[in-house]
């Protein structure tokens, strides 16, 4: 994970916990305080699925298990990286050739080598996932992060019905590094909507 994200979602943890705490114990019919109450509690099932990810995240990356496999190689003092057995085709066939039986037997013994080492990796970095449970997790705070992003859809379309609404559906929008980008044009329409409703005309 990189810092940036964890900066982003270390951000809309904080930002969560100000929303005024009167606007959502709010007692009525407004259907914005439950809109977020339920965005509330689809952000804090996916704040902890992602520290389930995350310690997960950090287990593999300490054994060199977070990313696709790969093959490093030093082929006469210089260094080579292989992630596909195509790579390594290509690699030989690349090379120089003098046409000798040797040299063609000696490229075939390198790409049998290198491909079972290759394989080898794979599979080391597939148990190393499977131990921490790395793919399920990560799925699984996706799954969470969509359903965080509709529960915020849903806030931003509800129309307030009471000035208490009005100020909890604002104080919502402004939080820092909460909301989509997105969503700011609907969470607009919604105040508009409903001050239209509930202002007096002049």
């Given at each position: 994970m990189?810092l940036a994200?964890?900066?982003?979602?270390?951000?809309s943890?904080?930002?969560?916990?100000?929303v005024?705490?009167p606007?959502l114990a709010?007692?009525?019919?407004?259907?914005?305080?439950?809109?977020?109450?339920?965005?509330q509690?689809?952000?804090?099932?996916?704040?902890?699925?992602?520290?389930?990810?995350?310690v997960a995240?950090d287990?593999?990356q300490a054994?060199?298990?977070?990313n696709t496999a790969e093959?490093?190689i030093?082929?006469?003092?210089?260094p080579f990286?292989?992630?596909?057995?195509?790579h390594?085709?290509?690699?030989?066939r690349s090379?120089?050739?003098?046409?000798?039986?040797?040299?063609?037997?000696?490229?075939?013994?390198?790409?049998?080598?290198?491909?079972?080492?290759?394989a080898?990796?794979r599979?080391?970095v597939?148990?190393?996932q499977?131990k921490?449970?790395f793919?399920w997790?990560?799925?699984h705070a996706?799954?969470?992060g969509?359903?965080?992003?509709?529960?915020?859809r849903?806030?931003?379309?509800t129309v307030?019905t009471?000035?208490a609404?009005?100020?909890?559906?604002?104080?919502?929008?402004?939080?820092?590094n909460?909301?989509h980008?997105?969503h700011?044009?609907?969470?607009?329409?919604?105040?508009?909507?409903?001050m239209?409703?509930?202002?007096?005309?002049a």
């Amino acid at each position: 994970m990189t810092l940036a994200r964890r900066s982003f979602i270390a951000g809309s943890a904080a930002a969560a916990a100000t929303v005024a705490g009167p606007a959502l114990a709010a007692v009525g019919p407004d259907p914005i305080f439950a809109a977020i109450a339920a965005w509330q509690a689809a952000d804090d099932e996916w704040m902890a699925r992602l520290d389930l990810y995350s310690v997960a995240e950090d287990a593999c990356q300490a054994e060199r298990a977070l990313n696709t496999a790969e093959l490093q190689i030093d082929f006469h003092g210089i260094p080579f990286t292989f992630r596909t057995d195509s790579h390594i085709s290509f690699f030989l066939r690349s090379l120089p050739h003098d046409g000798t039986r040797a040299r063609e037997e000696r490229q075939l013994a390198l790409s049998k080598e290198w491909r079972a080492a290759l394989a080898a990796e794979r599979q080391r970095v597939e148990t190393v996932q499977t131990k921490h449970n790395f793919v399920w997790l990560e799925e699984h705070a996706s799954e969470a992060g969509d359903a965080q992003t509709e529960a915020q859809r849903v806030v931003v379309t509800t129309v307030p019905t009471t000035l208490a609404g009005v100020r909890a559906l604002a104080e919502f929008m402004t939080a820092p590094n909460r909301l989509h980008e997105d969503h700011f044009s609907p969470g607009l329409a919604s105040i508009a909507a409903a001050m239209t409703a509930l202002a007096p005309r002049a």
